[in-house]
């Protein structure tokens, strides 16, 4: 089944989430989503990261306080495709998980309501950087962020009916 297929019988951010998750992994070797919280991005899931208890990324946060690539990506709402040496990045992230062969990273927001939600994160691992369909996820994170939206909006008026 297709993501935008998948995507209609889901409704809850960290099931939306976990299909565009899925759909990095078929690129990145090592991909994780991040929930966005006031002061911090918070792991949720990941691929290629490791498994279950030795997965270094469960329980992972990466503070918001200063100047990041991240932060960019969250104010701005806008993805990142590239290398990058950000200290936040080297010390909240790689310091964790490892450091890839190379610094080329995916940083892609799902939006809600203009608001930047979870931002999915994949990088290459051990592999050299290879071609990245970047338009298309960049398709498929508009798509979720519209359903998630559409979410909102029919609770919204499920309410309203109720009262």
Request: net charge negative; glycine share 10%.
């Amino acid at each position: 089944m297709g993501l935008f297929t998948a995507l209609q019988t889901r409704e809850k951010l960290t099931d939306i989430s976990h299909l565009l998750l899925q759909s990095f992994s078929q690129v990145f070797e090592r991909s994780i989503v991040f929930f966005v919280l006031p002061e911090a991005l918070a792991a949720d899931r990941a691929f290629g990261v490791g498994s279950g208890r030795n997965d270094p990324s469960m329980g992972l946060k990466i503070p918001l306080v200063s100047y990041s690539v991240f932060r960019d990506v969250i104010e701005g709402g806008e993805p990142f495709f590239g290398e990058s040496d950000d200290e936040v990045l080297r010390e909240g992230l790689f310091a964790r998980i490892g450091m890839p062969l190379r610094q080329t990273i995916f940083l892609l927001p799902l939006k809600c309501l203009g608001q930047v939600r979870a931002i999915i994160y994949g990088d290459f691992g051990g592999k050299n950087v290879s071609p990245v369909p970047v338009e298309f996820f960049q398709i498929e994170v508009q798509h979720a962020g519209l359903r998630l939206e559409n979410t909102m909006y029919r609770e919204q008026i499920l309410k309203s009916m109720q009262k």
